[in-house]
T-cell receptor
Framework: AQSVTQLDSQVPVFEEAPVELRCNYS??????LFWYVQYPNQGLQLLLK??????LVKGINGFEAEFNKSQTSFHLRKPSVHISDTAEYFC??????????????FGGGTRVLVKP | DTEVTQTPKHLVMGMTNKKSLKCEQH?????MYWYKQKAKKPPELMFV???????INESVPSRFSPECPNSSLLNLHLHALQPEDSALYLC?????????????FGPGTRLLVL
């Protein structure tokens, strides 16, 4: 079975400062990796995903993440945050199965609070 | 377009009521999901439908009953719920791209059981 650990439950950061959210996973097989963002009182929005290929993945809203297989990590970064980036961020993994329908295993989430 | 819609946005129900949550997508996705999310927690998978057939049931109590009438619609029928069932219920659908399955979520239905 796979598991996901988000090392920081809360990250306070000043506006226009960089932010890094850490995600480590555990799996005996290759996995696909995702970052989702959840703004207050909303559903989850896909920020970016790693399925294969280049280990540096660019997503929406200026976010990027780097897949590191040896460290089993998929950390999310943004060079300069805005107040509007205040949200909950979830890292998730899934197995590369062939059938339609797949389980996502989520980390516990990281709450980012951007301060002016 | 990656839109999943859910109705209603909010629902208040008593423990003896019967109600239904509705989810719709028109992206041609062949898998659809129900999740339950409590405050400050990640979503927990409840059910997965693949090609309109129930493929995963995560040992959910029978007071929750899913239904997939067609490839675009997913319902969750609720009956005799408990106050601890109050949560945000999220629907998702998924698309296979580049060898992987990517899930897209709806805005959720916030349920309060009194």
């Amino acid at each position: 079975a796979q598991s996901v650990t988000q090392l920081d439950s809360q990250v306070p950061v000043f506006e226009e400062a960089p932010v890094e959210l850490r995600c480590n996973y555990s799996s005996s097989v290759s996995v696909y990796l995702f970052w989702y963002v959840q703004y207050p009182n909303q559903g989850l929005q896909l920020l970016l995903k790693y399925l294969s290929g280049s280990t540096l993945v660019k997503g929406i809203n200026g976010f990027e993440a780097e897949f590191n297989k040896s460290q089993t990590s998929f950390h999310l970064r943004k060079p300069s945050v805005h107040i509007s980036d205040t949200a909950e961020y979830f890292c998730a993994v899934s197995l590369p199965i062939k059938a339609a329908g797949n389980k996502l295993t989520f980390g516990g989430g990281t709450r980012v609070l951007v301060k002016p | 377009d990656t839109e999943v819609t859910q109705t209603p946005k909010h629902l208040v129900m008593g423990m003896t009521n019967k109600k239904s949550l509705k989810c719709e997508q028109h992206m041609g996705h062949r898998a659809m999901y129900w999740y339950k999310q409590k405050a400050k927690k990640p979503p927990e998978l409840m059910f997965v439908y693949s090609y309109e057939k129930l493929s995963i049931n995560e040992s959910v109590p029978s007071r929750f009953s899913p239904e997939c009438p067609n490839s675009s619609l997913l319902n969750l029928h609720l009956h005799a719920l408990q106050p601890e069932d109050s949560a945000l219920y999220l629907c998702a659908s998924s698309q296979r791209t580049g060898g992987g399955e990517t899930q897209y979520f709806g805005p959720g239905t916030r349920l309060l059981v009194l």
